[in-house]
């Protein structure tokens, strides 16, 4: 079962516009990562926010997470072409034992027209 | 600076063949984590493994088998392929110390296997 969904599945927004990406998960967590990914290429890590942080910036990224909600939502400000791709948001889930392993939602497909 | 290095990029096999994937983790990464993403799924883990110990277990089917070397590069055999298991393989590695939870994941470019 998924661990995180994403809305919107996908998003088409003009060059220079803000995209935001949204993602739940269900179970409690050590921490979220957001990943892009261009079609059917390797996954490129772009931020992680721990449980404890509410907000993170990285250069254009803003990055919340509402740990009381489950959520977590990646804006991408002056969009660009470059950015089309997949966004997908991961969780590492505290379980017993530990582990690292990611659970990924299902993903935000954006296009950034010219 | 160094990446994960996954081979091969591509690999085209018939049903019930076999294949091995090789990963080459970032220098000094001790943790390697391997997904499988079929097409227009979401990456699903598979198994990972920390100072060349299995550490965690996902969907992985009992057909397929995996370790890490003294290198700690590490290997994914995956026997009497399925059509089911055409997708694209990704190892991830991280620099896990004892104790931490918060380690980005580096993902390697991934191995795209056909089963015909």
């Known amino acids: 079962s998924q661990q995180g969904e994403e809305d919107p599945q996908a998003l088409s927004i003009q060059e220079g516009e803000n995209a935001t990406m949204n993602c739940s998960y269900k179970t409690s967590i050590n921490n979220l990562q957001w990943y892009r990914q261009n079609s059917g290429r390797g996954l490129v890590h772009l931020i992680l926010i721990r449980s404890n942080e509410r907000e993170k910036h990285s250069g254009r990224l803003r990055v919340t997470l509402d740990t009381s909600k489950k959520s977590s939502s990646l804006l991408i400000t002056a969009s660009r072409a470059a950015d089309t791709a997949s966004y997908f948001c991961a969780t590492v889930p505290i379980l017993t034992g530990g582990g690292n392993k990611l659970t990924f939602g299902t993903g935000t497909q954006l296009k950034v027209e010219l | 600076a160094a990446g994960v290095i996954q081979s091969p990029r591509h690999l085209i096999k018939e049903k019930r063949e076999t294949a091995t994937l090789k990963c080459y983790p970032i220098p000094r990464h001790d943790t390697v984590y391997w997904y499988q993403q079929g097409p227009g799924q979401d990456p699903q883990f598979l198994i990972s493994f920390y100072e060349k110990m299995q550490s965690d277990k996902g969907s992985i089917p009992d057909r397929f088998s995996a370790q890490q070397f003294s290198d700690y590069h590490s290997e994914l055999n995956m026997s009497s392929l399925e059509l089911g298991d055409s997708a694209l393989y990704f190892c991830?590695?991280?620099?896990?110390?004892?104790?931490?939870?918060?380690?980005?994941?580096?993902f390697g470019p991934g191995t795209r296997l056909t089963v015909l």
């Open positions: 991830a590695s991280s620099d896990d110390e004892r104790g931490s939870l918060y380690n980005e994941q580096f």
